[in-house]
């Protein structure tokens, strides 16, 4: 009884009064609607915001991980049909169904669409935590291998994915639900014309988003790390400039000349180290000059551990730079800059074994006189550099060992300053035994520096005039387009 009195009572909701109870039915699952959306919307709002690269307290390493093979095969992919099923399902020609069932599907649909962004935030919320998935994909037996830098770009692009493609998307709930609207089936063919265009352009933005991730996640290994080492040498740049731009000295706060020459030697220091990430930091010169797609896979070994060597200069240079702005003897600056000198003169013997390889290759793409001009610029930059450090130790007053290497991997400052001081004492050890034969040709070298020295102030130790990026980069790029290398 009480189910027959069901039916009857449904029947006036189909049948009589047809047109007011489908639009009140309609207003019941707008409602719906509406809910649904929202708390989609606000899944792919609070997607968490990646961590800034400047804050990784881990190493560069490359690591085992299938999850980008997970998110390339599958993840992106369903979730580019997914939302394929939605232009289909809210399509404005389907405007004249008013079947329960369509209603039914669509709910079910959003119910589906919600389960792929929690299953892919989640996916990628592992790869954060450095987790590889517990079940592999049938032909994923290839575990691909992730650099910190590639998991970093690809919570990027899913974070943008979320938070601005897909919430912007989602945002046009009106859209969605026009064909729903009983309201609208009168619509004449123009009308729904124009609704379906309007629709098809609110998907192009997230398709081409999720092609474009999945075509950066088909990218080979060399090529997004040396994207990693590329980014990273941009912002050592960009620090420099910082840095260098934010000094905090006067020369009224330094009337010592000898605190006043420390200063100046060590921001032509700065100045060239800058020169070098300058060079490395723009694309025309780390692609084909540099690491090429082309090459074998032992050219990612070297290109990781380019990464790793240059990791540790931005802490270099901020202690460098701490030394030569606050009063403390020449030892006090001698070591650190020793220690900077390290890590650049790392840097430039893997780029030298990187040109190597280079000339070797025969891959007709590699262009041999790029390669030969890359190799002749950093050997330019190192013999001007040894101006730089001939500066250093006038203005220290002391020798300082370029030699040193640091014992421990941190690089701390007192294990640092402790192997500093030995390596010291050693070359003093060797310094007075050789001093009765270097007497004789000190005087010459004498000579030879003031020459070297007269024409170099002329060029780039403008420090009494300026010593600023521009006009030691000018006065550089003029010594090497005059070929005056100088004899170092």
Known sequence: MASGDSTKSDAPLYHNNSHKTKEVRFQDFQESYLQMFKLIREEVASYPKPDPEDEYEEPSSIEKNDIPYR????????????????????????????????????????????????????????????IVSEQLLP????????????????????????????????????VFLWSFDPSNKTADDQLILKRRQELEQLFIPANKEIDEIIKWLQKPLLSVTRQGWQRLVVRIEERL???????????????????????????????????????????????????????????????????????????????????????????????????????????????????????????????PVQIDNASRWLEFWVSQLRYVKRRMERATDRVIDWSYEPKDSDDSAISSDTAMEESEEESEEEEKEEEEEEEEEEEEEEEEEEEEEEESEDEIYRVNDCSCFNCVNRAFKNRWESGRWGDC
């Not at 405007?95 to 299953?119: C, I, P, Y």
């Not at 910190?148 to 692009?157: D, G, P, T, V, W």
Request: aromatic share 6%.
């Open 139 to 174: 032909d994923s037996q290839d575990v691909k291998p992730l650099s910190a830098f590639k998991r970093q770009r690809i919570l990027e692009k899913v974070h943008h994915l979320f938070v601005v493609t897909l919430s912007k998307l989602l945002s046009e709930s009106g």
């Open 241 to 367: 400039d910082t840095l260098l731009h934010n000094r905090n000295h006067k020369e009224d706060n330094y009337k010592s000349p000898e605190r006043l020459r420390c200063i100046q030697a060590g921001i032509i220091f700065l100045q060239f180290s800058r020169l070098f990430f300058n060079k490395l930091s723009r694309p025309e010169n780390s692609q084909d000059m540099f690491f090429t797609d082309s090459l074998m896979d032992p050219e990612v070994d070297r290109l990781q551990e380019l990464i790793e060597v240059t990791e540790t200069v931005p802490a270099a240079l901020e202690r460098f730079l701490d030394s030569i702005l606050s009063p403390c003897s020449p030892r006090g600056i001698s070591r650190p800059a020793a220690m900077l000198h390290h890590h650049l003169d790392k840097l430039v013997q893997i780029l030298r074994q990187h040109f190597i390889s280079l000339n070797v290759n025969k891959n007709p793409a590699i262009d």
């Open 71 to 130: 998110l390339e095969k599958k993840l992106l992919p369903e979730l580019k049909e997914t939302l394929e099923k939605l232009s289909s399902i809210t399509d404005p020609a389907n405007v004249k169904d008013e079947s329960t069932s369509k209603h039914l599907a669509f709910f079910e649909f959003l119910s589906q669409l919600t389960e792929r962004l929690v299953e892919l935030r989640e996916t990628t919320d592992k790869m954060s935590d450095g």
